[in-house]
């Protein structure tokens, strides 16, 4: 990991981001991804712990941007989510990207005793309660299901008011959130005029004076699961497609090689950098 982190600084890539899952459920109750049918990815039988992992790329990159891409809002309460996120734009130096989801997984909110059904208001209040333990002390914030009463929470992170805070929503009621609580939206599919056609209506939702939504694209190296007709993408797709996301004003694309069945080895890994540098050049 830490040769990954150092050959994509030196190469020139802008970013570096983690996921999080907790266990790989041999008998899903919920389809992934809320796809029926669709089976549980491979690659997600281990993921190293998102924030943990975020830490040590802090420590072993001085440049690039570290985003959580995306942390399940089910798997934490506010105080300890935002003590830890502070942390790490405290040691990065305000690098800090902060990604929240509802997430897909019913038997990992199961395990943190979260109830499935709430996740989405739970989102909401969550979001919330991150920006007033992130804002002036005492703290003080109550709701349907976190209560902080005359409280200092510390330490505040380094960008202010708070790191920028990124969706990765999609559904109506998701993009409603974005519109209301977020700076990023990160759309992991659509075309180019579907991704336009949504942040138009996530834009018409912002309240009055909130600055339109920013957009970070999502590409992957081979998809997360099988579709017909979509093939593992090539080095020149992946130019286009950052070719086009600039000159739609996009403001990052993240290359997500999460799912690859390209690499063997950590040896593999640590090259797998240079391979994807091409793609760079859609920015020369």
């Known amino acids: 990991m830490r040769g990954f982190c150092e050959s994509a600084e030196e190469l020139g890539f802008t970013s570096l981001w983690v996921q999080e899952h907790l266990f790989f459920a041999l008998h899903p109750s919920a389809p992934y991804a809320a796809r029926p049918g669709m089976p549980v990815p491979e690659a997600y039988k281990i993921t190293l712990a998102a924030t943990e ?11 690039p941007l570290l985003g959580t891409g995306i942390l399940v809002g089910g798997y934490h309460r506010p105080v300890e989510l935002a003590q830890r996120l502070a942390a790490i734009d405290i040691l990065s130096n305000g690098r800090l990207i902060a990604g929240l989801s509802v997430g897909w997984s019913k038997d990992e909110h199961d395990q943190m005793d979260v109830e499935f059904t709430t996740r989405g208001r739970r989102m909401d209040e969550l979001v919330r309660a991150l920006k007033a333990c992130w804002g002036p002390d005492p703290v003080n914030f109550e709701g349907e299901f976190f209560s902080i009463r005359d409280a200092l929470v510390a330490p505040k992170p380094l960008q202010q008011p708070h790191p920028p805070l990124l969706s990765g929503m999609r559904s109506e009621a998701g993009l409603r959130r974005t519109a209301a609580l977020f700076d990023i939206w990160n759309p992991a599919s659509g075309t180019t005029e579907q991704i336009l056609a949504a942040v138009d209506a996530i834009n018409g939702q912002r309240a009055d004076g909130a600055a339109p939504i920013d957009v970070i694209q999502r590409v992957f190296t081979e998809p997360p699961f099988v579709v017909p007709g979509l ?14 996301a600039k000159a739609n004003g996009f ?13 063997h080895s950590p040896e593999d890994w640590v090259a797998f950098p240079a391979r ?9």
């Open 53 to 63: 992992l975020l830490t040590a790329a802090a420590a072993w990159t001085t440049t």
């Open 231 to 244: 093939a593992p993408l090539s080095i020149d797709a992946m130019q286009a497609t950052v070719a086009t």
């Open 251 to 263: 403001r990052e694309v993240v290359i997500d090689t999460a799912f690859t069945t390209e690499v």
């Open 276 to 284: 994807l540098a091409p793609v760079l050049d859609a920015l020369r």
